[in-house]
Nanobody, 121 residues
Framework: QVQLVESGGGLVHPGGSLTLSCAAS????????MGWYRQAPGKQRDMVAR???????TYADSVKGRFTISRDNATNTVYLQMNTLKPEDTAVYYC???????????????WGQGTQVTVSS
C-alpha cells in the first residue's frame, strides 16, 4: 500500500506563484514516474507535468515555461513550482505516482487527495 499526501494549494492573484508538494510513503518497492494532473469543474482530468525515473520531464503546452516539476528521491517527494499563474490554472490538482509495492511488485497508479488552486483577482 502506498499513500500520497499533498500540500501547498491556496488562493493567489494572477501573476503570482505557488509550490505544490506530494510525499509518498508506505511499502514502496520502486517508483517509475511521478506527475501532477488537474481537473476544473465540468472538465476532464488532464496531465500537467510528469517526471520519469530517469529524470525526463513532460509538460502540457498550457503550462510550458511557467511550471517546473522536480523530485527529491531521499524523501519520495515530487514538487510543482507554478509561476505566472493565470485564472485558467484554477483547478483541483492531483498528485500521481506510478509505483510498485512489496505486496504485488507490480506497477500501479496511486493518487493523492487533491489540493485546490484558485487564481483570482
Amino acid at each position: 500500500q502506498v499513500q500520497l499526501v499533498e500540500s501547498g494549494g491556496g488562493l493567489v492573484h494572477p501573476g503570482g506563484s505557488l509550490t505544490l508538494s506530494c510525499a509518498a510513503s508506505g511499502s514502496i518497492f520502486s517508483i517509475y514516474a511521478m506527475g501532477w494532473y488537474r481537473q476544473a469543474p465540468g472538465k476532464q482530468r488532464d496531465m500537467v507535468a510528469r517526471i520519469t525515473g530517469s529524470g525526463s520531464t513532460t509538460y502540457a503546452d498550457s503550462v510550458k515555461g511557467r511550471f517546473t516539476i522536480s523530485r527529491d528521491n531521499a524523501t519520495n517527494t515530487v514538487y510543482l513550482q507554478m509561476n505566472t499563474l493565470k485564472p485558467e490554472d484554477t483547478a483541483v490538482y492531483y498528485c500521481n505516482v506510478h509505483a510498485s509495492d512489496y505486496v504485488s511488485l507490480l506497477p500501479h497508479d496511486y493518487w493523492g487527495q487533491g489540493t485546490q488552486v484558485t487564481v483570482s483577482s
